[in-house]
């Protein structure tokens, strides 16, 4: 690995970094950063003050140690006292000279003022937050790019993750024939008990169709898919905030969805080079180079793919397909594909990487070539009424699509990010897109700004 090799070629002092929301990702972040020397985080910001306090003390420091400061004059005092400064407003970050950004709010007009706030400060900018990257990601890229800075997707959560995983693929001059994520959600298939469960959720299951999930050579998967998501549809569907992740890769990537709602199988592991294969090689897909997520399938005492990453591969010389199908992948039957599969994710702990390689060595870890060449839109699944709140990515009121990005005109279809939390217009039938005119633009927006400044510059380049 060549980690430790980049990191000394830095000046000698440590990163220095600011944490703005203290979810459970980013805590993760803050935590993690009290093993690593390079990297130092004065400085956490969370409008919840109470749960930045929190991170700090997960993060093992002494209370006496932190401090909550409310103007620029506080936070210089505090640092100069060599405190750790936990602030409201991510304003008060341009108080102290800053290497990284980390944004991990999850909102997505409070994430863009945070981009443009570390734009401003001239500080790189690693975004864990996904709704922004799926919505403006290309032009913050730009806009830091152009700064001389970094703007990146982070190691750690799941899009970039794929991103990096397809980009190592294609640098080794591998065919990426699908790349995808597993949900954190596995189903388990309890055979004793005739049943499937999630940690929230189970399912009775009759004689006839505990055969569809039991253990079965891995060609039979295909033409059990069917039936299987029939049964599982409440347990195994894709969200949005799954194809919010997997939006943000393939504008990375190039990659592309077969179906606008994706495929998003229930597979167990060696199942997936079967079915998420070319239909010329037995499997379901259409196309080559398609982007999808999987529920993973497994028995109680089986390992799953704790909410990984996948690529499958395929290569044009015999001899390089023989060494993938025999030195440890999972190939599909005929031998013409295999399964490269990460089984973890780790969130913030991993993140510090994507921080320090922006910070020493100007590198993002997340995407070299980022267009907006799809979106996340959101379809009624019931009946909504005017007055009532779009809800969430988590919602089962709204299905998600992935379609080719168009323009925010009057009347267009509204992404799924841009929609949540507004108050509709009007009536929405089930089964209709979300469009710009059934929801209010809030007032002094940057997001909805910086989108209109996107498509314009789309347009030009088209």
């Not at 003390?57 to 004059?73: K, Y």
């Not at 497994?298 to 001899?319: K, L, Q, S, T, W």
């Not at 009057?410 to 799924?416: D, F």
């Amino acid at each position: 690995m060549v980690y430790r090799q980049l990191l000394q070629r830095g000046d000698g002092r440590p990163v220095v970094t600011g944490v703005i929301g203290t979810g459970h990702y980013a805590t993760a972040i803050i935590t993690q950063a009290q093993a690593i020397p390079a990297l130092a985080v004065p400085i956490v910001c969370d409008v919840d003050v109470e749960a930045a306090w929190r991170a700090c003390m997960l993060a093992g420091l002494a209370e006496e140690d932190c401090v909550i400061c409310e103007s620029p004059a506080a936070v210089k005092a505090a640092q100069e006292r060599g405190q750790r400064v936990i602030v409201p407003d991510a304003s008060l970050f341009q108080a102290l000279p800053l290497d990284v950004v980390v944004e991990s709010t999850g909102v997505p007009e409070v994430a863009v003022r945070h981009a443009l706030l570390a734009l401003e400060q001239g500080a790189h900018l690693a975004m864990v937050s996904k709704e922004p990257d799926a919505l403006v990601g290309p032009t913050l890229r730009r806009k830091f790019t152009e700064a001389g800075l970094v703007y990146s997707a982070v190691d750690g959560d799941q899009h970039g993750l794929l991103i990096g995983m397809v980009e190592w693929a294609r640098t080794l001059g591998l065919e990426v024939v699908c790349g995808g994520k597993a949900r954190d959600v596995e189903i388990i298939f309890d055979e004793a008990a005739g049943q499937l469960r999630t940690q929230r959720k189970s399912l009775d299951l009759g004689a006839a169709q505990q055969a569809l999930f039991a253990p079965a050579p891995a060609t039979e998967a295909r033409d059990k898919l069917a039936s299987r998501m029939e049964l599982s549809w409440d347990l195994s569907r894709l969200m949005g905030y799954d194809l919010g992740e997997l939006v943000i890769a393939a504008n990375a990537t190039g990659l592309a969805p077969d179906l606008d709602t994706l495929h998003g199988p229930l597979l167990r592991v060696p199942e997936i080079p079967e079915v998420l294969a070319p239909q010329e090689d037995g499997g379901i897909l259409g196309r080559h180079g398609v982007i999808d997520g999987v529920t993973v399938l497994r028995g109680p005492h089986e390992a799953g793919m704790g909410g990984g990453v996948f690529i499958v591969v395929a290569c044009a010389n015999d001899y390089s397909r023989y060494i993938l199908t025999t030195k440890g992948l999972i190939p599909n039957a005929g031998d013409t594909t295999a399964l490269i599969f990460r089984p973890h994710h780790l969130c913030g702990v991993e993140t510090p990487l994507t921080v320090l390689l922006a910070a020493l060595q100007q590198i993002p870890t997340g995407a070299l070539d980022f267009e907006q060449r799809f979106d996340v839109l959101a379809e009624a699944t019931v009946d909504l009424a005017c007055g009532e709140t779009v809800e969430d990515d988590h919602s089962p009121k709204l299905l998600a699509r992935m379609r080719p990005a168009q323009a925010i005109a009057p009347g267009a279809p509204l992404p799924m990010h841009m929609a949540m939390g507004k108050t509709l217009l009007r009536d929405v039938p089930a089964g209709t897109i979300l469009t710009t005119d059934m929801v209010p633009e809030p007032p002094d927006a940057p997001l909805w700004a910086l989108r209109r400044e996107q498509d314009a510059w789309m347009a030009g380049r088209a």
